[in-house]
């Protein structure tokens, strides 16, 4: 079956870094962009950064440009989110999905907390 398993969050320091990981199965990777979100308490889920399939195109919100990269590897069916420079404001539950209208997949999230 469909599965996004995402990896890689914690506690964080400001100014700091992290590296999420979500690994795909059970669906032609290669064939679906691939999304970033993040929900914070009390507020809607947010799109962070996109891929294309091939990776040869990147998007992001702007609160995070010059600061988070997304990547991809298509062999290892993995999406990658490099955070860096992290701010408090960055604290959220991060979740990866893979879309190719009409459908979309999501992970279970994973925790991202950005404090001193």
């Known amino acids: 079956q469909?599965?996004?398993?995402e990896s890689g969050g914690g506690?964080?320091?400001p100014g700091g870094s992290l590296r999420l990981s979500c690994?795909?199965?059970?669906?032609?990777?290669?064939?679906?962009?691939?999304?970033?979100y993040?929900?914070?308490?009390?507020?809607?889920?947010?799109l962070v950064a996109t891929i294309t399939t091939t990776?040869?195109?990147?998007?992001?919100?702007d609160s995070v440009k010059g600061r988070f990269t997304i990547s991809?590897?298509?062999?290892?069916?993995?999406?990658?989110?490099?955070?860096n420079s992290l701010k408090p404001e960055?604290?959220?539950?991060?979740?990866?999905n893979a879309a190719r209208l009409p459908w979309a997949y999501w992970g279970q999230g994973t925790q991202v907390t950005v404090s001193s």
């Open 55 to 61: 990776g040869g195109s990147t998007n992001y919100v």
């Open 23 to 36: 690994a795909a199965s059970g669906f032609t990777f290669s064939s679906y962009v691939m999304n970033w």
């Open 90 to 96: 960055d604290t959220a539950v991060y979740y990866c």
């Open 72 to 83: 991809r590897n298509n062999d290892k069916m993995t999406v990658y989110l490099q955070m």
């Open 2 to 5: 469909v599965q996004l398993v």
């Open 11 to 13: 506690l964080v320091q």
């Open 38 to 46: 993040r929900q914070a308490p009390g507020r809607e889920r947010e």
